[in-house]
Structure formats: C-alpha cells, structure tokens
C-alpha cells in the first residue's frame, strides 16, 4: 500500500521555465511534508518541507504547495537551471512518526 | 554535512555470504535510520534506533539485523544476502526538525 504517491516518473523542463512536481497521499492523517533531492551516486539532501497548518512555503526558486482536501502536494522550482536535474523524493509523516517517502521523480531541466 | 559517514561505499558479495554495512555519525543523534533504494520503490526503511541497544523493525526489515552498541555507530547486517537485497543502502540522522539527513550511500552487489 504505497501511502505516498508520484505519479510521474520523469519530468522536462526548459532552463527559465518553471518546474511542478507533484505527490500525492492516502493517509488524512500525515502532518508534515517533506521535498528532498538527490544526485547520482549521492544521498538524497532535504530542500523544503511544510507543516499542515499551512498551504504554502517558500524558499527562494522553492515552493511547496499543500492541498489538505486533495491530499496533494507540488514542488514549484522558478526557474529551472540545469543544476535542478536530480531525482526529487516527497516525503510524509504523522506527529513524530517515520517518515514515508514516494518513488521519486527524475526532473531533467535542459538548455 | 551532517557527520555521516558509510562504509564500505561499494561491496559486491555472493549470495548466501554474510554482510555488515557501518554507518558512523559524529554529532550525537540519537535517532538513526537504514533506508534501502530501488528503482520504482523510492526509499524504504528498513531499521531504525532510538537511541543505544533501542532499536525497531520498518516497512522492508525481513533479511535484516541491526545492531546499535553505542551512539555514533549504527550497524545494519544481512545474514546470508541474497540477490534481491542488491541495492542502495542509506543511513541518516534525524535533524531538530524531523527532517532526516543522509549519508552518501552503500551500493551493494549480491551475485
């Protein structure tokens, strides 16, 4: 039963435009979100995360978006440079639970 | 950089031999983690420690031993590895946050 979802194995973009990811999830009682990034041959590093009080969160080019009655969530990276080309993990956990991660999404941002 | 180190980074073994993988952290956490990696599961988590001699299964633990004897160093150990445990395996450290830091990854070969 895969709690946390990406639909989307792989994702192009044009360097300057922007960048969704999307995840979804089953479980209405997760409270937390979490975005992480990870190159090849390296371990995933955290990028942004959000609580579920809040619907928005941003970081710079980095913004996360929370739809509690969809149960949905979306990474936006504006713009794209081609040093966004990673794999990007979301993430979900219920109070200090164990976080559950997706399967992933390869972003590949071109010139 | 969050003081995690992985050893080995790489190991090619043959089915039925067994396998420790180490992982050292040099800031006193007290929550550790083992996720594996695989192409179309994202991360799994395997094991993880609450703290010295406290520790519990995850979603992937069946072929898996974990041992904590003190707070920097969380061992995670296949018995007799087989082909399917051919993977990526990551430790991490649980930040102030929730958010979990990585290290850089034991790639490990069962022939």
């Known amino acids: 039963d895969q709690q946390v979802k990406q639909n989307s194995p792989s994702l192009s973009v044009q360097e300057g435009r922007i960048s969704i990811l999307n995840c979804d999830y089953t479980?209405?009682?997760?409270?937390?979100f979490l975005w992480y990034k990870k190159y090849p041959a390296e371990g995933p590093t955290f990028l942004i995360s959000?609580?579920?009080?809040?619907d928005k969160n941003e970081d710079g080019r980095f913004t996360v978006f929370l739809n509690k009655s969809a149960k949905h969530l979306s990474l936006h990276i504006v713009p794209s440079q081609p040093g966004d080309s990673a794999v990007y993990f979301c993430a979900a956990r219920r109070n200090t639970d164990k976080l559950i991660f997706g399967t992933g999404t390869r972003l590949q941002v071109f010139p | 950089d969050a003081g995690i180190t992985q050893s080995p980074r790489h190991k090619v073994t043959e089915t039925g031999t067994p396998v420790t993988l180490r992982c050292h952290q040099t800031?006193?956490?007290?929550?550790m983690y083992w996720y594996r990696q695989d192409p179309g599961h994202g991360l799994r988590l395997i094991h993880y420690s609450y703290g010295v001699k406290d520790t519990d299964k995850g979603e992937v633990s069946d072929g898996y031993s974990v041992s904590r004897s003190k707070t920097e160093d969380f061992l995670l150990t296949l018995e007799s590895a087989t082909s399917s445990q051919t993977s990526v395996y990551f430790c991490a450290i649980k930040g102030l946050l929730g958010e979990l830091f990585f290290g850089e990854g034991s790639r490990l070969t069962v022939l």
């Open positions: 800031e006193n956490h007290r929550y």
């Open positions: 959000i609580s579920s009080i809040k």
């Open positions: 479980n209405s009682m997760f409270d937390y």
